[in-house]
């Protein structure tokens, strides 16, 4: 997979965050840039952060599972998952964050092992490494599907209360 990617695409933000956001993989303008979330799907998550008084360089920190796109913006393999774990592993002992948050289906069941819908999953607490747990939908999924925007909504207010307390 790291031969097919145009640049390696780590993780941006603040390195002290109490909040994580973790989602699948770079597309292909992260590919391009080499930061997460930039493209369209990074715009609609800017703007659900600023709704919540928060950025991604102010006490967020923003990452995926995959740090290489994969090829033809296929799903990940359950291999290249397993090879890019340790990278988020170490990401996530380093950040120390108050909350992880997963930004969808992909990055919520790699996380919790979990294989339930994300509508099951949403509104729960879960652990990873001692670190608590949301599951939100990607950015991508509520530009595809905006009836579901409400939701997010719903979620990124609790992210916010769960962070302030």
Request: some cysteine; charged content about 30%; overall charge positive.
């Amino acid at each position: 997979m790291h031969k097919s990617r145009t640049n390696f695409v780590f993780g941006e933000g603040d390195k002290n965050a109490s909040l994580l956001l973790i989602g699948e993989a770079p597309g292909a303008q992260e590919d391009l840039e080499g930061r997460p979330f930039v493209g369209r799907s990074g715009k609609l998550l800017d703007k659900i952060l600023k709704a919540i008084d928060r950025d991604r360089f102010n006490d967020t920190y923003i990452c995926n599972i995959l740090k290489c796109r994969p090829p033809e913006n296929r799903n990940p393999s359950l291999s290249e998952i397993d090879e890019c774990k340790p990278y988020l592993n170490h990401q996530i002992k380093l950040i120390n964050p108050k909350l992880i948050v997963t930004l969808g289906l992909v990055a919520a069941s790699t996380l919790l092992g979990k294989d339930s819908s994300l509508k099951d999953m949403r509104n729960n607490i879960f652990y990873y490494m001692n670190y608590p747990v949301l599951v939100t939908y990607h950015p991508a999924f509520l530009l595809r599907s905006p009836s579901f925007k409400r939701n997010a909504w719903e979620d990124f207010k609790r992210i916010r209360d769960y962070i302030k307390d």
